[in-house]
Nanobody
Framework: QVQLVESGGGLVQAGGSLRLSCVASGRTLRTYAMAWFRQAPGKERTFVAAISWTGSSTYYADSVKGRFTISRDNAKNAVYLQMNSLKPEDTAVYYC?????????????????WGQGTQVTVSS
């Protein structure tokens, strides 16, 4: 019903920037909250950022606040994560997720659809 495809990951030096994209197919994302989660090898998947279905509210994990920005473009059926001042501990697979009429929950269990992930590696 909804397919999410992430892109924009790669290898970057500490202090650098990357912009991740999540593009949906199958139906419009206008009524879905969107979020980014990440998972490092051997660790649990953790919340990064979210935006409500209305686009009126955004939320960030403390570890990325002030460095990352989530945004959405409903005309393109896409969500973005601008990542600045990257640190080695930001290294992880980043996943895009969608929650129908969601308000931007940090809980992974609230989300209905998930992408396959895109690798972000930050070197020092």
């Amino acid at each position: 019903q909804v397919q999410l495809v992430e892109s924009g990951g790669g290898l970057v030096q500490a202090g650098g920037s990357l912009r991740l994209s999540c593009v949906a197919s199958g139906r419009t994302l206008r009524t879905y909250a969107m979020a980014w989660f990440r998972q490092a090898p051997g660790k649990e998947r953790t919340f990064v950022a979210a935006i409500s279905w209305t686009g009126s509210s955004t939320y960030y994990a403390d570890s990325v606040k002030g460095r990352f920005t989530i945004s959405r473009d409903n005309a393109k059926n896409a969500v973005y994560l601008q990542m600045n001042s990257l640190k080695p501990e930001d290294t992880a697979v980043y996943y895009c997720a969608a929650d129908l009429y969601g308000l931007g929950s940090p809980l992974a269990t609230e989300y209905d659809y998930w992408g396959q992930g895109t690798q972000v590696t930050v070197s020092s």
